[in-house]
């Protein structure tokens, strides 16, 4: 095990997971200690428990523009995910009539695991490819669909590049296909997005969306899914009725009120995601002037304001992130799901990028709290970084 910096960090690693911001562990902590009745229970601790987790209903149907009845608290982003796709899957489709799933080639793995074992259970899943700019197409989803597709799910925002998909226009030709009677759904995996850029399920014409509470300044272990009423839905975890029957299991109180907190806090700071942008776009400005050997990734679309991937081509990725882990600056090499792996990125793999770029490419992604100091302490290092790094590969 490396030792641990011994100068403070840059944090530069919010994609992978947000540090508990002190208005919502304050929220969260009498919820543990104070008001600890089970929320299932007839009682007044119980009722106070109920009223906290439909307060923190409220708040989060406030975030994404939908009603409190819609939402599903459970685990997180994964659980979201498998329950949209299975539980969508096993409600209306079957592996002789509605046997088709749509999807593309760099998902999250909690999206593409589950379409992967459906495949294996008999459905047809078509993963639609990306291209170099990490954007699916509008007409290459309308090419897909065939009367048999029951699912189409695309994420809202990608983990590791940041690239924006054209969801509403994916759902318009979804619900147009429903209105001729046939049943298909759009869900949306807008973990990395909700909080980041204005979502509002409406607009976006999506049936299904999954968040999770610990990309936005929650605890870990807690996340939600959008559900539109038009939709029914097959649970995958029996034994209670909680939340509608969609989930059962004891709801994990305290973390429902701080999702709830921590989605009222990120709408009304949804605006200071332009300064966030500011200072991404600074660190990119200034990298570019130093280093011309740098290629962004996914750079020609649109973008989170929070996330850029720079790639190396010819470095080792990996040591990169180490090298500046020693100097106290906190990054990625991708998914955090998937980062203890040594494989090279499946999304930029998906993206049909050089190998010698996906193996030098790093995730950089930046918060409210990122300040300019940090970026500032970035764009000092890491030049110096890669300096050295090229020496030792060119002299290997």
Do not use: W
Request: with cysteine; proline share 5%; hydrophobic share 45%.
């Amino acid at each position: 095990m490396l030792p641990l910096s011994p100068v403070p960090h840059v944090y530069l690693d919010n994609a992978a997971t947000t540090r508990v911001l002190p208005e919502i562990a304050a929220a969260f902590l009498p919820y543990l200690t104070e008001h600890y009745g089970n929320a299932s229970s007839v009682h007044a601790f119980g009722q106070r428990a109920r009223s906290a987790v439909e307060r923190a209903r409220r708040q989060v149907a406030a975030l994404i523009g939908s009603e409190p009845s819609e939402v599903t608290f459970l685990s997180g982003g994964t659980e979201a995910n498998n329950l949209a796709i299975r539980g969508v899957v096993e409600a209306y489709g079957d592996t002789v009539r509605r046997n088709h799933i749509i999807t593309t080639v760099f998902e999250h793995p909690s999206v593409l695991a589950p379409c992967q074992a459906l495949e294996a259970a008999g459905f047809r899943v078509t993963y639609l490819p990306v291209g170099t700019a990490g954007q699916v197409k509008v007409e290459d989803v309308a090419q897909a669909l065939t009367d048999e597709t029951c699912l189409v799910t695309v994420m809202l925002a990608n983990n590791e590049v940041g690239t924006l998909q054209p969801i509403a226009d994916i759902g318009a030709l979804v619900a147009e296909r429903r209105q001729r009677g046939q049943a298909i759904f759009l869900h949306t995996d807008a973990v990395q997005a909700v909080g980041k850029v204005p979502v509002n399920v409406r607009d976006l014409n999506v049936d299904l969306l999954s968040l999770s509470g610990h990309k936005l300044h929650a605890p870990k272990g807690i996340g939600a899914l959008y559900v539109a009423k038009h939709v029914r839905l097959a649970a995958q975890q029996l034994g209670g009725q909680q939340e509608r029957g969609r989930r059962a299991g004891t709801e994990a109180v305290a973390h429902i009120v701080a999702l709830g907190c921590a989605a009222e806090l990120a709408a009304e700071r949804l605006d200071q995601m332009e300064a966030v942008r500011a200072l991404r776009d600074k660190l990119e400005y200034e990298l570019r002037a130093r280093l011309p050997q740098l290629v962004i990734n996914g750079a020609g679309v649109p973008r989170l304001p929070n996330i850029t991937n720079l790639a190396f081509d010819g470095l080792d990725a990996h040591r990169l992130v180490i090298a500046l882990d020693l100097a106290g600056i906190a990054v990625s090499t991708g998914s955090a799901c998937s980062s203890g792996k040594t494989e090279p990125s499946h999304v930029l793999r998906a993206m049909g990028l050089p190998p010698e770029r996906v193996r030098g490419s790093i995730r950089v992604s930046l918060s409210q709290e990122t300040t300019a100091a940090d970026i500032a302490r970035l764009i000092e290092v890491l030049p110096q970084v890669v300096e050295r790094l090229s020496r030792h590969s060119a002299a290997a």
